[in-house]
């Protein structure tokens, strides 16, 4: 794995906005970065990458199977006591999972370290699965990058046929999020054409435009009731909403479903230690109470349960924490991490998003940022496989 400079294509703006990826920069600094590419090779991607993510992902399907069934756990991840069953239920009837993404330390001389997972609302799956393919596409025919080269993806045609294998009879599926931000109403367009493109007809509504019928049902603002519905909007906030009680008797299949509430959690992080103690993809991590929390010294990461781009994550160096990005995470409690910052390329901290679709690990994107915590506008840089 090495970081190789490039040269941008001098129209990847006016192509990244003809596809919908509009959001590529922000303030005059890109989010999409062409200036750089990481080169991998063939062994580290079918030796390290793919191997990790595929095993992680049947770990934590293990661990779901056996939080739904023990009330204090659940409890001690923070899910709402009142929704314990709802999660459990949509385990037990197997309601099924679109995709995740695993965020991983790698820097191609070791195994792969689990950060955390992107297990429910995933962002960054667009300009992966997109744009990301077509830069080396063009790339390829430029003569910028061998015509050997390739690209760990397969993102875009198995999201496409997950849709289908969910459902495989076609049907209205409902799509939610905040049209106002602009990244997550791209990235549900982009999800609205796979389902089209898979036999679905989509209808997008507003998330904060989602009511209540006088049978208790969701409804969108025409009236018609959410049958299937793909959201992006956290669980850990629709338990907490008013109308969180009536998401057990709506009957509406959610993808991604409940029972992800479980994984897009940090307390995932030393349940998985507890289980699989010196796992060679897994940091050492406990919860924050834990008095086993001290075994990791005075330099630790500290992450809430719940919260997202790096808000109130803490470096803690020899005791000392430095400054967070705070967004007011953390009521819900803490875990600490053993301290391993992202590799350093060129003077940039990268990490590996490794995608899941279904089981099957389904690609990676790689982001970089100029800190050790990965935030909101960290670049996304391509990638290429050597061949």
């Known amino acids: 794995m090495r970081r190789v400079a490039m040269t941008p294509r001098a129209d990847w703006r006016d192509k990244a906005d003809a596809i919908g990826f509009v959001y590529h920069g922000a303030g005059g600094d890109p989010y999409w970065d062409e200036s750089a590419a990481y080169a991998f090779t063939l062994r580290e991607i079918d030796d390290d990458l793919e191997p990790a993510a595929a095993e992680l992902h049947q770990m934590c399907l293990a661990l779901v199977d056996e939080v739904v069934r023990d009330e204090s756990l659940l409890t001690r991840l923070a899910i709402p006591k009142a929704h314990h069953a709802l999660v459990a239920e949509s385990w037990r009837t197997r309601q099924p999972s679109l995709y995740g993404r695993f965020d991983l330390a790698y820097d191609g001389s070791g195994p792969a370290k689990l950060y955390e997972y992107n297990a429910d609302t995933p962002t960054s799956v667009f300009e992966c699965a997109t744009f990301q393919w077509l830069w080396l596409e063009e790339a390829i025919a430029a003569g910028t990058l ?3 080269s390739d690209q760990f993806n397969s993102l875009f045609d198995k999201l496409r046929a997950r849709f289908g294998a969910i459902f495989p009879t076609g049907g209205f599926v409902h799509f939610a999020a905040d049209a106002q931000a602009v990244e997550d109403r791209q990235t549900v367009r982009f999800f609205e054409d796979l389902a089209a493109q898979a036999g679905i007809e989509p209808k997008f509504v507003e998330m904060r435009d989602i009511g209540l019928n006088a049978a208790g049902r969701f409804v969108d603002t025409d009236g018609f009731e959410l049958q299937a519905a793909f959201k992006l909007y956290p669980w850990e906030n629709m338990l907490r909403e008013p109308y969180a009680a009536n998401l057990v008797t709506a009957g509406v299949r959610w993808i991604e479903p ?26 050492p991590a406990f919860f924050d109470d ?33 400054a967070v990005i705070d967004e007011g995470y953390g009521a819900e409690g803490f875990i600490r991490q053993a301290l391993l910052p992202p590799p350093v390329f060129d003077g940039h901290h990268a990490i590996v998003g490794a995608w899941i679709v279904g089981d099957e690990p389904a690609g990676i994107g790689l982001r970089e940022d100029d800190t050790v915590v990965t935030r909101n ?9 050597e061949g």
């Open 146 to 148: 061998p015509a050997g």
């Open 377 to 385: 506008m960290a670049r996304f840089v391509p990638h290429y496989i």
């Open 290 to 322: 834990d008095p086993a929390a001290a075994s990791l010294g005075t330099s630790y990461a500290r992450k809430p349960i719940f919260s997202r781009e790096g808000a109130n994550v803490a470096i803690v160096r020899d005791g000392v924490e430095e």
């Open 258 to 283: 409940a029972w992800k509430s479980i994984l897009s959690n940090k307390g995932l992080l030393p349940l998985l230690c507890a289980r699989h103690e010196g796992h060679p993809n897994l940091l």
